[in-house]
């Protein structure tokens, strides 16, 4: 039997606790709390850092001085080999690198949150390293768990991150402005959910380009100009606004078809 | 066995085809082209006017008169009882209900597209009749496809006309613009795709106000003042005035907890 890849997750929060349950079974897999790094193993392949972005130097420094000063003092410590990688989106290699000589990135997209299932094969793992070896060495790890592992440095992954900025975080927010608009009416949230289920389901198969709906794409100017009047009328300016550089936005990019 | 309803779907794009299949074996049901109103029934007790918006009017007049003008003097025709209905969302009723007795809008808010199967029992219809009778008769009829069934007049169907812009046109060109983003840098919209589908069943759960996620609802600056110098490089001012606009909106909102 083939020797598992020995793996210490350090952060026991909504990252963490999703990457330990993804690599059960998988590998030899131990989740550590940050602050007192108990039962941090001194023999495992991998220490991945989740935790946050402020704290991931810190955490990063204090494993790395426990495997190279205080094993090595005590024990004779000759895990050469062993990998620290953070698992931020947006933190820098940089911020670990100096710390110890084989240094990651290893960075899953999506957003976790506890007690929520997920199919892990279906989540883009994304891999730097400090030298070929090591992104080698992550991306062999991270294919256990996905089929779905791409390289991206620093800056990659930032473009990412804006990336999934527009398309989560603000289509989230959108979502929370139509339940907010509709309440004023005494209109309810749920209305709209099967819609913007069927929306999503779409994007998940075509380009959201070509699926593009609505009265911007058609160049219904009627239609919009009553929206636009409608939206005058509502006590917070900032609708109206978002209104018309969305509708101005998907016009210019559907005129030159 | 009780006698099924009887209706007539004039119209046969994508709301036609949809509604012809949701009343299949729920209904006696006839699906009939606008152009020609070959296959009119004469005896249907409803019929429904699902065509484009500018056509409405004349469809439902023609309708109209071989109702009231031709059958009348060749069959003597009796069937008074008999509702136009209207399938759209933004237009009001005032645009059928001087051309004919019973008149109403019975309108289905989600996307259709041909080919695609959809759960007709989760589709909200809004319903709304010149008189209280053609409401209760229309009310009646839609429950014969969903539970979710509610009265809308003309301006609530603006509103959630409004609504479902910001919720599924909107949110579809944020995912374009990520696409479009990423394509620069040489990433693949598929890597966001697990990301946006999570988001999406969340949504689905929980009000979407609560499950904001992202640098903007954590008020974190430093993350934001990098996405915007970052966004200011891009060749099209546009996106940096997007992710100012709704990072303002969502901080607003999110700042009074």
Redesign the interface.
């Known amino acids: 039997m083939e020797k598992l890849v020995t793996i210490d997750i350090i952060g026991t929060g909504n990252v963490g606790t999703h990457l330990y349950r993804a690599f059960e079974g998988k590998a030899d897999v131990n989740n550590v709390p940050s602050r007192t790094l108990d039962s941090l193993r001194t023999d495992s392949d991998i220490y991945l850092i989740s935790v946050s972005d402020d704290a991931i130097r810190k955490v990063s420094g204090k494993v790395s001085d426990y495997l190279t000063h205080v094993c090595k003092s005590i024990l004779d410590w000759k895990n050469d080999n062993a990998i620290i990688a953070h698992t931020s989106g ?1 933190t820098p290699l940089s911020v670990i690198s100096d710390l110890y000589p084989a240094t990651g990135v290893f960075y899953p ?3 976790f ?1 506890k007690g ?1 299932e ?1 199919n892990y094969s ?3 793992l994304f891999i730097e390293g400090a030298s070929a070896d090591v992104a080698h060495r992550l991306t062999e790890v991270a294919k256990l768990i996905t089929e ?1 592992v ?1 390289d ?1 440095d620093s ?2 992954r ?25 309440a ?2 005494g ?1 309810s ?1 749920d ?10 389901r ?3 198969r075509i ?3 070509d ?7 058609r160049h219904d100017m009627k ?1 919009i100009q ?2 636009e009047t ?2 005058a009328a509502n006590s917070d300016p ?2 109206l ?3 018309k ?2 509708t ?3 016009i ?2 559907h005129s030159a078809k």
Chains 1, 2 share one sequence.
């Not at 699926?211 to 794409?217: D, E, F, I, L, M």
């Open positions: 947006t997209l999506q957003t949150s929520v997920l279906e989540i883009p779905k791409y991206a800056e990659k930032k473009t990412l991150h804006i990336a999934s900025v527009f398309a989560c975080n603000f289509a989230n927010h959108l979502w929370a402005l139509s339940e907010e608009f509709l004023g009416s209109l949230f209305m709209l959910r099967p819609l913007i289920m069927e929306t999503c779409k994007a998940g380009s959201p380009y699926g593009q709906t609505g009265p911007a794409v239609t009553s929206h409608a939206l900032e609708l606004e978002i209104y550089l969305l101005d936005s998907i210019k990019r």
